[in-house]
């Protein structure tokens, strides 16, 4: 078994935005992101992304349109020489979806770790020695419910309220560690013990 990342996708690998990404023309890759999967990936971490989609519950996109924007998102990492990331997880689900098919409490949506108990099944991954890397309290809920280290990244959308749905988390949303930006948690991680 390996030690994986996981990592949210808005606000972390891409820059939050006020409206939806609706499709690859709209990705923006922040500063640093490149270069901190490289470090990680060295490392011999597996780097899996785990995103909650409501856009898709919304009936926004579909999966198929989400899947083009995804693939955009790992070449363009690539192209910016990040390694290819292990793959990409994502919750298409909300309670108050738009889309009867989409409206149920699952056990993917973060801040349930059912995401990235898949992603662990499918990479082997020992969550143990796991990190969770994200920007909301759901994330990091979502890491320490899977048994994995947590870094809070406080790039500002960390004090945002919760996202209509989130239960109150109370401690489960307190992160191991904080970071600004994703280089600086790959330097926490590599810099603490496996």
Same mark, same amino acid.
């Given at each position: 078994?390996?030690?994986?990342?996981?990592?949210?996708?808005?606000g972390?690998?891409?820059?939050?935005?006020?409206?939806?990404?609706?499709?690859?023309?709209?990705? +923006?890759i922040?500063?640093?992101v490149?270069?901190?999967?490289?470090?990680?990936?060295?490392?011999?971490?597996?780097?899996?992304?785990?995103?909650?989609?409501?856009?898709?519950?919304?009936?926004?996109?579909?999966?198929?349109?989400?899947?083009?924007?995804?693939?955009?998102l790992?070449?363009?990492?690539?192209?910016?020489?990040?390694?290819?990331?292990?793959?990409?997880?994502?919750?298409?689900?909300?309670?108050?979806?738009?889309?009867?098919?989409?409206?149920?409490?699952?056990?993917?949506?973060?801040?349930?770790?059912?995401?990235?108990?898949?992603?662990?099944?499918?990479?082997?991954?020992?969550?143990?020695?796991?990190w969770?890397?994200?920007?909301?309290?759901?994330?990091?809920?979502?890491? +320490?419910?899977?048994?994995?280290?947590?870094?809070?990244?406080?790039?500002?959308?960390?004090?945002?309220?919760?996202?209509?749905?989130?239960?109150?988390?109370?401690a489960?949303?307190?992160?191991?560690?904080?970071a600004?930006?994703?280089?600086?948690?790959?330097e926490?991680?590599?810099?603490?013990?496996?």
């Open positions: 078994m390996t030690a994986a990342v996981f990592l949210d996708r808005d972390v690998l891409i820059e939050e935005r006020d409206d939806f990404v609706v499709d690859a023309s709209r990705l +923006r922040l500063d640093g490149a270069a901190g999967l490289g470090k990680l990936g060295r490392a011999g971490f597996a780097l899996a992304v785990v995103t909650n989609q409501p856009v898709v519950a919304r009936g926004i996109i579909d999966e198929a349109q989400l899947g083009r924007i995804h693939q955009s790992l070449d363009q990492l690539v192209a910016l020489g990040a390694p290819r990331l292990d793959g990409v997880w994502f919750c298409p689900h909300h309670p108050q979806a738009t889309l009867d098919r989409y409206r149920l409490e699952c056990d993917c949506r973060k801040p349930k770790a059912g995401m990235l108990r898949r992603a662990a099944a499918a990479l082997n991954i020992d969550l143990s020695s796991s969770m890397i994200g920007d909301r309290p759901s994330d990091i809920a979502a890491g +320490r419910a899977a048994g994995c280290q947590t870094i809070l990244l406080e790039c500002g959308r960390h004090l945002d309220p919760p996202i209509v749905g989130a239960e109150n988390l109370g489960t949303a307190i992160p191991h560690r904080r600004r930006t994703l280089l600086h948690a790959s926490i991680i590599l810099g603490s013990p496996k």
